[in-house]
């Protein structure tokens, strides 16, 4: 484990300044010299990650305190926001001190959430750990909890200090995992990139030399796109292909059966078109993704209807006629619940 190889940061502009994302192999045994970790610390990771990864980064703390969530989308909630908080005054945090996650997308939106709030905002990082929240939530500053079985509906933009990318840490994965993480890989290169989705069609991309270099093209895509539109309101969208349909999946099936990257394989082909959809479920297909929606799509178009693309009784949703390009088309729902339901059927 921590074997080095090559180092390659990736800087990202914002409103609030740069910050890099620092992606290679072994490098977490060197978090500090990309975190200023001469200060309380306060580690949120959950029991699902190695808990040697928390202590990597403890190790090389002034002051660190580790906190473990319970694995899942159930740890994205306001009790456990309240528990992170109250860890914080207790051990007397003040606002020179920081917070760093440890794991994948749910302990990187509940900490985010946490630093961007506490004392109005303090220092934080991100260090994930999963194949999806690599490529893909822990660049762009999106920070969020779930309340009542609505995902990310209370949340904030605030980008972190450092992203650090260990790919070692991905060695410890099952396959689910990687390939769930790499349907958002998928996403980027359908709606942005076409030689990066022809990679795809030709080469093996979970091998472990492709995947440093398509989680590391997804961050240049993610970065070209949350540049141009840190707060989501135009370009920024292109991200939430086929999750509209995700979402509503996730919300009927409560994350019961299926992961993220999973609900969102499911949706991207209802958005495309014919001709793209064959090439992307081959895509998908070839990594053992869900393509087709296997419970009652009415329910799962009513649960889409709290998404927060909807604008009063219009929604804003990505469609792609052509590999590597895609058009944002604004509708009212009723008409976006006909076409779905007619993508569904074919």
Do not use: W
Not at 15 to 37: C, E, P, Q
Not at 172 to 201: C, H, W, Y
Request: hydrophobic content about 40%.
């Amino acid at each position: 484990m921590f074997n080095k190889e090559e180092i390659m940061e990736i800087s990202v502009k914002t409103s609030k300044g740069t910050y890099k994302v620092i992606t290679g192999r072994g490098i977490l045994r060197d978090a500090a010299k990309y975190m200023n970790l001469c200060r309380r610390v306060l580690i949120v990771t959950d029991s699902g990650v190695p808990a040697e990864y928390a202590r990597a980064v403890a190790g090389q703390a002034k002051a660190p305190v580790i906190y473990t969530v319970r694995e899942g989308e159930g740890s994205k909630s306001l009790e456990s926001y309240k528990i992170l908080i109250e860890e914080l005054i207790k051990h007397g945090f003040t606002r020179t001190d920081c917070i760093v996650a440890v794991g994948g997308g749910v302990v990187g939106d509940l900490a985010g959430f946490v630093a961007a709030t506490y004392m109005r905002g303090i220092d934080f990082y991100n260090v994930p750990t999963t194949v999806l929240s690599q490529v893909d939530s822990s660049v762009g500053g999106k920070t969020a909890i779930d309340v009542m079985d609505i995902k990310n509906v209370a949340g904030a933009f605030y980008p972190p200090k450092a992203v650090l990318m260990d790919f070692d840490t991905l060695s410890t994965l099952p396959q689910r995992q990687i390939s769930n993480g790499l349907a958002e890989a998928v996403k980027m290169a359908v709606t942005m990139d076409k030689g990066l989705f022809e990679v795809m069609e030709n080469e093996d991309i979970t091998a472990k030399g492709n995947i440093d270099n398509i989680i590391r093209r997804s961050v240049e895509i993610k970065k070209r796109v949350v540049e141009e539109d840190e707060h989501e309101a135009s370009l920024r969208r292109v991200l939430n292909f086929g999750h509209t349909v995700a979402h509503g999946i996730e919300s009927v099936n409560g994350l019961k059966n299926y992961l993220h990257g999973e609900c969102v394989a499911m949706g991207m082909p209802l958005c495309c078109a014919p001709h793209v959809r064959e090439r992307l479920v081959r895509v998908l297909e070839g990594l053992h993704l869900p393509t087709k929606v296997d419970m009652d799509i009415d329910a799962v178009i009513e649960a889409s209807s709290h998404d927060k693309k909807l604008s009063g009784d219009n929604i804003t949703e990505i469609y792609v006629n052509k590999i590597g390009e895609f058009e944002m088309v604004q509708m009212p729902f009723d008409e976006y619940k006909r076409q779905i339901r007619e993508a569904f059927i074919k």
